[in-house]
């Protein structure tokens, strides 16, 4: 019976201190998370490309043009035969995702990205529950050591207690 509830109790605390945040991790407010790698992939009807301007339009266009010309047809291949497109391809997408991150839509759409409740930040937050954590940690183990009588010393005395009575056993 000892050894059982031993057993359940550590395999819980082994769970417990193993527990990861659920929720993402502050991103770099320059390029939301919603941002393409690639902007020449997408569908013009795309809501991010929209919110481009008129001329990142056209010049995207014409860049997805020269990459399907360079992959013989082929727009989602990757353009590595032909470094000076790639560096086209990769300047524009620098700068796509630049003008996006500071379009009122991607501003509107996550306005403190930093957040991760209404008071708190992703790393306030994670602080708390990792003291709330080592806290209830500590809180069991004390609890455990009473229950099986070893968080304190014993009442009985190391020495034999002598008969002082002079009455004969």
Known sequence: MKSTCLTICL?????????????????DISAPADCPKDWTTLSSLDDRVKQLSPSLREER???????????????????????????KIDDF??????EYATSAYAILKDPSPEMYSIS?????????ID???NQNMRILTDDWNRF???GFPSM?????IMDTSGQPR
């Open 11 to 27: 395999s819980t605390l082994a769970l417990a201190a193993c527990a990861v945040p659920t929720h993402e991790q502050p991103r």
């Open 61 to 87: 266009i014409a860049l997805r043009d020269e990459r399907r010309i360079a992959n013989d047809g082929n727009v989602e291949k990757e353009v590595d035969r032909n470094p000076e497109l790639k560096a």
């Open 93 to 98: 997408n620098r700068r796509a995702t630049q």
């Open 120 to 128: 708190q930040t992703h790393d306030a937050a994670d602080r708390n």
């Open 131 to 133: 003291i709330g954590l």
């Open 148 to 150: 099986w009588l070893w």
């Open 156 to 160: 009985l005395s190391p020495t034999p």
